[in-house]
């Protein structure tokens, strides 16, 4: 399997945009959370977490694929996929716990911390109640896919509001790194 390190320099080859950087690393530390949880591959999780967005600002018209087809190329049949079934629409199937993990925390992870960019203390007192309450708020972070955020919960097996919970539990243990 790639290193970190490998994948930190690819990353760091494809993406600038300190917000999107900030959205991987914030992806990266909860899919590790959830690895530990289910006992599966904590670098593995973290990795898939990194790069899943990896070529998004350098590629947009052709996201995910560059980023599959390099890892497909560094012989990472597992990562790519599951990257590449991160968005529902993509009509990728979810052939283990990993892909659907990923899907689970990508949208819901960048809505949480919008949620956290309006409160006067970030994520500090942030709960699930409010989240869930933005989440009918059509208008806030309007280009969240809220259909994403219910079929990753779905298709993880996991009550939507633990599963915010989980997530707003290690952002906030990693508040200082992503500035929330």
Not at 22 to 42: C, F, G, P, Q, T
Not at 101 to 114: H, K, N, Q, R, V
Not at 125 to 138: G, M, N, R, T, Y
Request: hydrophobic share 40%; net charge negative; with cysteine.
């Amino acid at each position: 399997m790639i290193t970190r390190e490998t994948a930190q320099n690819i990353l760091s080859d494809l993406t600038k945009n300190p917000s999107l950087l900030r959205h991987m690393r914030s992806i990266e530390l909860v899919m590790r959370a959830y690895a530990r949880k289910y006992n599966e591959d904590e670098d593995q999780w973290g990795i898939a977490g990194l790069l899943h967005d990896a070529d998004y600002e350098a590629y947009p018209e052709k996201h995910p694929s560059v980023i599959v087809e390099k890892l497909t190329g560094l012989n990472e049949p597992v990562l790519a996929h599951a990257i590449s079934a991160h968005y529902t629409k993509w009509n990728v199937p979810y052939v283990n716990l990993l892909d659907k993990a990923l899907l689970a925390c990508d949208e819901l992870t960048g809505f949480i911390i919008a949620c956290c960019q309006v409160r006067p203390d970030g994520i500090a007192s942030l709960e699930p109640k409010s989240v869930i309450k933005k989440l009918k708020d059509k208008s806030f972070a309007a280009k969240v896919e809220r259909d994403e955020v219910y079929k990753g919960a779905e298709l993880l097996g996991v009550d939507l509001t633990e599963h915010i919970e989980f997530i707003i539990g290690v952002l906030r243990d990693n508040k200082e790194e992503l500035g929330i």
